[in-house]
């Protein structure tokens, strides 16, 4: 299906390597407390979502239309009007987009084609793919905001095919944690250089997922930092006195 979709590269040689490691990609998993729990949740919702993808679609488009600010990013630059085709391009690859979503295969060839999104809405590629004479850039003051409208509108249609409520709402949550860590990967180019990460994490003792004995005796596992990545990050360490841990 993929191949037939125009400007769809995923898992192409036009796509560049993501500047964001596997590695990265898994930390950021954790601060979004995303696990195997919302890989399977994920894929749960692919069955439930993929004949759906045009009526999502229909809500999605439908409120963008809706808001002038948002519609601003498809007009045409000369005279102000929707581009059609520009629409229709974008949309056959967004639809595609929800079935890889809910596929959740987070190896090379996907990671590598998120900051190619993100190219696709800053001014760097916008416009490339479909040719359209429209606004330089979407502005990044919307992006991360679009993330409530999309998941909320997402959600009626996960409740659609009979699944227990407790289902639906875990089929969400994971929807909600899936975008807000792809719209960090695709804002990787609005991000000043040298900005969108701290440069330590290849040292993988700092960031081991091993919980430390202090976390673990005090039952804080999942709010607690492993000692090396509390010292690095406390207030004490950048005051150049000595770390201390309470
Ligand atoms: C949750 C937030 C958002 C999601 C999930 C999303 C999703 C997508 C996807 C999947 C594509 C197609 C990528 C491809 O070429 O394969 C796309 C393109 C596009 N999106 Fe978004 N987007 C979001 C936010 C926004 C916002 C806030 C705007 C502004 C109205 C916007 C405007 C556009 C435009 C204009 C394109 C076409 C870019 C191009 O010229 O190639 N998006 N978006």
Redesign the pocket.
């Known amino acids: 299906m993929s191949q037939q979709i125009p ?2 590269t ?1 898992g192409t040689s036009v796509v560049a390597k993501s500047p964001v490691s596997l590695t990265d990609f898994g930390l950021m998993q954790k601060s979004a407390l995303f696990g195997e729990e919302d890989v399977k949740y994920l894929r749960l919702s692919h069955d439930v979502v993929k004949d759906q993808v045009e009526a999502i679609l229909d809500v999605w488009y439908g409120f ?1 239309g809706s808001q002038p600010h ?5 007009l045409g630059k000369s005279d102000g009007k929707p581009l059609g085709d ?1 629409l229709g391009g ?1 949309r056959k ?2 639809g ?2 929800i079935l890889d979503t809910a596929r959740a295969e987070y190896d090379q060839k996907w990671l590598d ?1 998120q900051p ?2 993100g190219l ?2 800053h001014r760097t ?6 040719g ?1 004479a ?2 330089a850039i ?2 990044f003051r ?2 991360f ?3 409530f409208p ?1 998941t909320v509108t997402v959600k009626p249609f996960l409740a659609k095919k009979g699944h227990s409520a407790e289902d639906v709402e875990q089929m969400y949550a994971a929807w909600v944690k899936s ?1 807000l860590l ?2 960090t990967l695709w804002s990787h180019p609005y991000v000043k250089a040298g900005d969108f990460k701290s440069g330590i994490e290849s040292n993988s003792e700092t960031f081991s997922s091993r919980p430390s004995l202090h976390s673990v005796r005090s039952g804080m596992y999942l709010f607690s930092f492993p000692r090396p990545c509390a010292a690095r990050y406390s207030p004490a360490v950048d005051q150049g006195s000595s770390p201390h841990y309470s």
């Not at 948002?70 to 498809?74: A, D, E, M």
């Not at 590629?125 to 479909?130: H, P, R, S, V």
Request: hydrophobic letters at 40%; proline letters at 2%; charged letters at 20%.
């Open positions: 400007g769809y995923h963008v948002l519609l601003q990013s498809f520009y974008v690859r967004f595609q987009w084609y190619e999104i696709r809405h590629k916008k416009n490339q793919t479909d359209a429209s606004a979407v502005p919307d992006l905001a679009l993330i999309v975008c792809q719209m």
